[in-house]
């Protein structure tokens, strides 16, 4: 009876773990084309061969996440010594209201004051409270007008609250929403590298292999 039950144990484990290679391997989703990144915040060159895109949420703790841990392995790489790779950030909105606010603040700073977008870009996901808290209302647009006025040669405090406000660019939200739905976006983050979606956005070696083997398709 017992070597039965062990027989019977072992053969769950030996089919879990099966299920799990099999979850393992699942190969990311590859379209045709690359998304377009025409008038998007990119680092680096917009006609770069190699793109490597985020879609992000300035609400999502994921997303903060990933800009710590992952991005600055990508911009060691990459970024800060290659032209050949650029990267974009899409505004996804999957977290409400304060998710559009960020966004409206973003377009608003990529249009007005486009030198000091990525420090801004950063410090929304600066000031996003830990893991507990991150449900509590955070974003507003003074609280987003806050963190423009607290940068050195920032963007307009009062231009930020302004077209957060008056949804100025509220057309350039719809625009990377457009985006997201053409790519069947539903998490974030999500990371494309041409037209690859990843399917671990935060491991590396996964990233890394793609942006080798898009260099190498290009050269
Ligand atoms: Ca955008």
């Not at 030198?115 to 003074?142: A, L």
Request: glycine content about 6%; charged content about 25%.
């Amino acid at each position: 009876m017992k070597s039965k039950i062990l027989v019977l144990v072992t053969a769950v484990v030996f089919i879990g773990m099966g299920v799990f290679v099999i979850w393992g391997n699942d190969t990311s989703t590859t379209f045709d084309d690359r998304p377009s990144i025409e008038d998007q915040p990119t680092l680096g060159d917009e006609t770069a061969p190699v793109s490597v895109v985020e879609f992000g949420d300035y609400k999502c703790p994921a997303c903060k996440s990933w800009g710590e841990t992952v991005f600055p392995l990508l911009e060691e790489t990459y970024l800060n010594s290659s032209d050949d790779v650029s990267f974009t950030y899409i505004n996804t909105l999957f977290h409400g209201e304060e998710s559009e606010l960020a966004a409206l603040a973003s377009e608003s700073v990529w249009e007005e004051n486009p030198d000091s977008f990525w420090t801004f870009h950063k410090t929304i996901f600066d000031n996003q409270p830990d893991q507990q808290n991150h449900d509590e209302r955070w974003i507003t647009s003074e609280s987003l007008g806050d963190m423009a006025g607290s940068l050195e040669n920032g963007p307009d405090a009062e231009q930020v609250v302004e077209d957060v406000e008056n949804g100025t660019f509220a057309d350039e939200v719809e625009t990377d929403q457009n985006v997201v739905q053409e790519y069947d976006i539903e998490l974030t983050p999500s990371i494309m590298v041409n037209g690859t979606l990843l399917e671990d956005p935060f491991d590396w070696e996964e990233l890394n292999a793609e942006i080798e083997e898009a260099l190498e398709d290009d050269s």
